[in-house]
């Protein structure tokens, strides 16, 4: 299985910052890497599909970069509908897996 | 517009049966891969499995953890998806959710749209 690891685990900014969530896959997944946004007590949505194309309504100031086994998910001026858990996951092999989740927290 | 509403989900003692649905609308899901990923109780998420397109004869994939207990098909008049789940361990607790992947797009199938989620709570 193709494991995912995000880091950090949780981090603490202000509406306005910038930040950067970073994602590595245990194998090379190509571009088939996709991020996720939950907010406690509801169900994911997806934002990002192809490590870096983003799904329809998502706000432009979301953003993904990488291929091969390092990714990264930057959101490049924190609104304050944006602090919730993001997950990545691979869709390059069975069985489908997701990061440990990256918790995104008000300073 | 695009909705998946999943339903059947409860309290069942370990080594029962649940089957959950998805009711689809806004779309037709022979037309498109849909599978159900989990999440256990202030964890993470956990892909179940997959049923592909009519055009790919909806053929599935599971984890590990569900094969040879869960299974999943669909019902195209009732544009529905189940998951049949047997021999329930404490461990399959958690909240389902059925989520559509979209269409090829040369970069794989990604979920493009989830349902609400439901709860299955497997205890004695």
């Known amino acids: 299985d193709i494991q995912m690891t995000q880091s950090p685990s949780s981090l603490f900014a202000s509406v306005g910052d910038r930040v950067t969530i970073t994602c590595r896959a245990s194998?090379?997944?190509?571009?088939?890497l996709a991020w996720h946004q939950q907010k406690p007590g509801k169900a994911p949505r997806s934002l990002i599909y192809?490590?870096?194309s983003l799904l329809s309504g998502v706000p432009s100031r979301f953003s993904g970069s990488g291929s091969g086994t390092d990714f990264t998910l930057t959101i490049s001026s924190l609104q304050p509908e944006d602090f919730a858990t993001y997950f990545c996951?691979?869709?390059?092999?069975?069985?489908?897996?997701f990061g440990q989740g990256t918790r995104l927290e008000v300073k | 517009e695009v909705q998946l509403v999943e339903s059947g989900g409860g309290l069942v003692q370990p080594g029962g049966s649940l089957r959950l649905s998805c009711a689809v609308s806004g779309f037709t899901f022979s037309d498109h891969y849909m599978d159900w990923v989990r999440q256990a109780p202030g964890k993470g998420l956990e892909w179940v499995g997959r049923i592909r397109d009519k055009g790919h004869s909806y053929t599935t994939e599971y984890a590990a953890s569900v094969k040879g207990r869960f299974t999943i098909s669909g019902d195209e008049s009732k544009n529905s998806v189940y998951l049949q789940m047997n021999s329930l361990k404490t461990e399959d607790t958690g909240v389902y959710y059925c989520v559509r992947l979209g269409l090829w797009t040369g970069s794989g199938y990604h979920i493009d749209y989830w349902g609400q989620g439901i709860l299955v709570t497997v205890s004695s």
């Open positions: 192809g490590g870096s």
């Open positions: 194998h090379d997944i190509s571009n088939f």
């Open positions: 996951q691979q869709y390059y092999s069975y069985p489908l897996t």
